[in-house]
């Protein structure tokens, strides 16, 4: 059985002159457990609103997200919130960590909404993404590519079985987007985890074996 299964799956927007754009009409898209995907597209394509989508963030107009066998699009808000929160994992491309709570902080946060805190596997993926010894510091007390890494540590922090990036190496170097994209990787073939990545970059998507185009898959977009 597939972990991820998007059937038919329609979102529009009504624009200023209240015409509706529909932004994602993705007619079919499968992943197996433990399989890593990117997604390209250019910036503005819907490649965000799909992962929004697929986490339960927004709703569908139409159309079935099902994830480890439930179709997220038919429960509730709170639902959602927990399928989101015991099994998947989300790294955004501007990381949204919390300024005012540390690297350790912000890790333990993000279980606290899951299976609960576990102050040893925090550190453990700290440790894990090179930043063991930042525990206490702040994000602002970080590079840019050492904040991304906390990003990874706190999605995988609730052992997702599905991780959704957007992004991820957006705001990076080209050295340091290498190296994100290798341990986003590594860290999810280490936690058994699935990886939907999203990206416009080609070097990114050189990496992977299986590469879906958002335009192919939306089969009415625009």
Request: some cysteine.
């Amino acid at each position: 059985m597939a972990l991820l299964r998007v059937h038919k799956l329609v979102k529009g927007y009504e624009n200023p002159e209240g015409q509706r754009n529909i932004v994602v009409n993705v007619e079919s898209l499968e992943m197996a457990a433990g399989e890593q995907v990117a997604l390209s597209g250019e910036s503005g394509a819907g490649k965000t609103t799909l992962l929004h989508l697929i986490a339960g963030i927004v709703r569908p107009d139409s159309g079935s997200v099902e994830f480890d066998g439930r179709d997220i699009c038919r429960l509730s808000e709170s639902e959602r919130d927990r399928v989101r929160a015991t099994g998947m994992g989300y790294i955004f491309q501007t990381f949204n960590l919390l300024q005012g709570f540390t690297c350790l902080e912000n890790v333990l946060l993000g279980m606290h909404f899951g299976h609960g805190a576990d102050r040893e596997r925090a550190r453990a993926l700290l440790h894990r993404v090179g930043l063991g010894s930042r525990a206490g510091h702040y994000p602002r007390q970080l590079s840019t590519g050492q904040q991304q890494r906390v990003a990874v540590a706190r999605a995988l922090a609730g052992k997702p079985k599905l991780v959704l990036a957007d992004e991820p190496t957006g705001n990076l170097d080209h050295e340091n987007a290498r190296e994100a994209l290798s341990l986003i990787r590594e860290v999810c073939v280490e936690n058994h985890a699935a990886l939907l990545l999203v990206s416009h970059d080609r070097d990114v998507l050189s990496r992977f074996d299986r590469v879906l185009k958002l335009d192919t898959l939306n089969l009415a977009a625009g």
